[in-house]
């Protein structure tokens, strides 16, 4: 029996370190419902995931299935949960003596989408200095955020100079917008983030394009697609402000008629009068 045991744990296995078919089916899972734009299914994989993670007591593992879940959710509009699972999964980690910066920068975003705008620059401040320049860059580029709503000039001007030369272009380029309240900056900023499929950014770009430029019926018809995008995204808070302010803005009454229409779809309701009135 002895040697039926060890014949069955020894002679049968591969040589090589085994791979977790398990662990790599969940997370390529998720990976594909994320690139299909589907952040909740992509949150439930990844957290299947962690929990295989932590099945095997895979520290490495345990990290990334962490980060990719914290990052779905941000996706998915839910700030609060990516909050709570950065530092769940920091705490966690930080037993074991790992500390990844990266979950820091999670909290700091989400706690910039919650509006809290002292806490999430408190955060992403921390950052400015690791080793990691794509993170700093990236914690450089959230200042720049949070100073351009708080109107600091001066704080904004200080992220704008703090980018690496490596920084994403995008990124520079969207905080040199704001600080030059330039259009034209803006536009290429969407430009940037369409061509690498980063439409959130791209519809915050083209809202932004929107906010800075002078005429009235181009300001609507960017603030109509960047509401478009949005609600196409499943951010229904930001496209409702953009559609709104389309509405708004809009000089004739087709371009008013569209916005007023996105509106409606964002309740699954026609607008009234529309060709789709009677339910087609």
């Known amino acids: 029996m002895v040697v039926l045991m ?41 957290r299947a995931a962690l929990a295989r993670a932590r099945t095997g007591d895979d520290a490495a593992a345990i990290a990334d299935a962490g980060f990719n879940l914290a990052t779905a959710e941000l996706r998915a509009g839910r700030p609060r949960d990516a909050m709570r699972t950065a530092q769940e999964l920091s705490a966690e980690l930080a037993r074991r003596g790992i500390i990844d910066p990266d979950f820091q920068l999670i909290s700091a975003t989400a706690l910039f989408r919650l509006d809290d705008l002292t806490a999430a620059d408190r955060a992403a401040s921390g950052l400015t200095g690791v080793k990691n320049p794509a993170l700093a860059d990236a914690a450089w580029f959230l200042r720049g955020l949070i100073a351009d709503a708080r109107q600091d000039r001066t704080g904004l001007e200080k992220a704008v100079a703090s980018m690496s030369p490596a920084a994403d272009p995008a990124d520079v380029t969207e905080l040199r917008s704001r600080l030059a309240r330039n259009p034209t900056l803006a536009r290429h900023a969407a430009d940037l983030r369409r061509a690498r499929l980063d439409y959130r950014g791209m519809a915050r770009a083209l809202a932004l394009a929107a906010q800075f430029t002078p005429g009235a019926a181009d300001a609507a018809d960017l603030y109509l697609r960047a509401g478009r995008s949005a609600a196409a995204q499943g951010d229904a808070a930001d496209a409702r402000v953009w559609l709104d302010r ?16 996105a509106l409606h779809d964002l309740s699954g309701r026609p607008a009234p009068g529309s060709k789709c009135g009677t339910g087609c």
Do not use: M, V, W
């Open 6 to 46: 060890l014949l069955a744990g020894c002679s049968s296995s591969p040589k090589g370190n085994p791979q977790d078919a398990t662990l790599a089916r969940l997370g390529h899972a998720g990976d594909i419902a994320f690139d299909q734009e589907q952040p909740d299914q992509a949150a439930a994989q990844y």
């Open 246 to 261: 389309a509405r708004e803005l809009a000089p004739d009454a087709a371009l008013r008629g569209d916005a007023a229409q």
